[in-house]
């Protein structure tokens, strides 16, 4: 069960520009360990701006809040990414493509174990509907 810390923070992934489908073609897909060091960066300076916010009143509030959104960063798990991030990229065959070649093969297996046991809605036909996320595979060239 997911708290709500990080409900939140998956709500605010999925309305920042921290959700693939809002990056263009141009920028280069984040594998997960780039994805993950790339919301704690963010929440680290939004908890610094906090802190050097002039306002005390409200400053609290929100540095508590900050904390808390760093805390859940610095905790983002897999099936964070495969649920946030890469949904985004379902419409860019181009952009699955980089992004199967930056992986390494630990996070290549942990992403596909991970989209082989979501469960599925309304049958027991797991070969089509657990992978049925919105990702295209495709054929990954071998080196």
């Known amino acids: 069960m997911l708290s709500a810390v990080t409900l939140n923070l998956l709500l605010t992934l999925s309305l920042g520009l921290s959700h693939a489908s809002e990056i263009p ?22 908890l610094l701006r906090t802190s050097n916010s002039l306002d005390k009143t409200s400053q609290d509030k ?18 964070e990414y495969i649920s946030v991030y890469l949904p985004g990229l379902a419409e860019s065959p181009a952009q699955i493509e ?11 297996g942990a992403i596909l174990k991970g989209l082989l046991s979501k469960p599925t809605s309304g049958s027991n036909n797991t070969s089509r509907q657990s992978v049925g996320s919105g990702l295209a595979l495709t054929k990954i060239p071998s080196k």
């Open 62 to 79: 929100e540095v508590k809040r900050a904390q808390e959104r760093l805390d859940a960063a610095q905790n983002l798990q897999i099936e």
């Open 98 to 108: 980089k992004l199967a070649e930056k992986l390494s093969k630990e996070e290549l």
């Open 25 to 46: 073609n141009v920028i280069e897909p984040l594998s997960f360990s780039a994805w993950k060091q790339s919301q704690i960066l963010e929440a680290q300076n939004e």
